[in-house]
């Protein structure tokens, strides 16, 4: 099994500032790796995949980048509605895909 | 709009039975390869099982395997997971997923529904 260990686990930022959420693989997953948000009672968003592309409808103020086995989020101008908690997921043929611990981005 | 609707859920004793079932609507079910995910009360994210389009390929998390069935009616629009065996670690909010790009069995999911929670207690 592949861990995805994400770092910090909980990140204190304030509006407007720059969150950079980290996710490293115990393997190189290439760039075959996913981010999603999560707000409480909510399904997860999907963010980013390929390491670096935005899915539909996503602010640009989301980037990610990235390969191999280490892995940023950055959120820029951080909003009201992004304080959540981010997931990694890495979706490599094989081991089968695993997701991270989570980082929660709070106030 | 895309949507996937989870039911099924409830309380159930160690070693009984659940099925869950996931109604998509908003797209056509049977172009997509679909996953069921579950999260422990406050525990990360788990993927569970995962099917293509036409059944063909199946795949489970060791967790799963030789007591989970997943299934799907593309007809009906409907995803399904048999659990039997349930344990108390499978306790759960189990979430359906349509995959994006797969790579092989394992995918991202770019549509989740809001979960249908699992609880095996005695």
């Known amino acids: 099994e592949i861990v995805m260990t994400q770092s910090p686990a909980t990140l204190s930022v304030s509006p407007g500032e720059t969150a950079t959420l980290s996710c490293r693989a115990s393997q190189s997953v290439s760039s075959n790796l996913a981010w999603y948000q999560q707000k409480p009672g909510q399904a997860p968003r999907l963010l980013i995949y390929?390491?670096?592309t935005r899915a539909t409808g996503i602010p640009a103020r989301f980037s990610g980048s990235g390969s191999g086995t280490e892995f940023t989020l950055t959120i820029s101008s951080l909003q009201s509605e992004d304080f959540a908690v981010y997931s990694c997921q890495h979706y490599n043929y094989w081991p089968p895909t695993t997701f991270g611990q989570g980082t929660k981005v709070e106030i | 709009e895309v949507q996937l609707v989870e039911s099924g859920g409830g309380l159930v004793k160690p070693g009984g039975s659940l099925r869950l079932s996931c109604a998509a609507s908003?797209?056509?079910?049977?172009?997509?390869?679909m996953n069921w995910v579950r999260q422990a009360p406050g525990k990360g994210l788990q993927w569970v099982s995962y099917i293509s389009t036409s059944s063909d390929y199946i795949y489970y998390a060791d967790s799963a395997k030789g007591r989970f069935t997943i299934s799907r009616d593309n007809a009906k629009n409907s995803l399904y997971l048999q659990m039997n065996g349930l344990r108390a670690e499978d306790t759960a909010l189990y979430y359906c997923?349509?995959?994006?790009?797969?790579?092989?069995?394992?995918?991202?999911?770019?549509?989740w529904g809001q979960g249908t929670l699992v609880t095996v207690s005695s």
């Open positions: 908003g797209f056509t079910l049977s172009y997509y390869n």
């Open positions: 997923a349509r995959s994006g790009y797969c790579s092989g069995s394992s995918c991202y999911s770019d549509y």
């Open positions: 390929g390491a670096s």
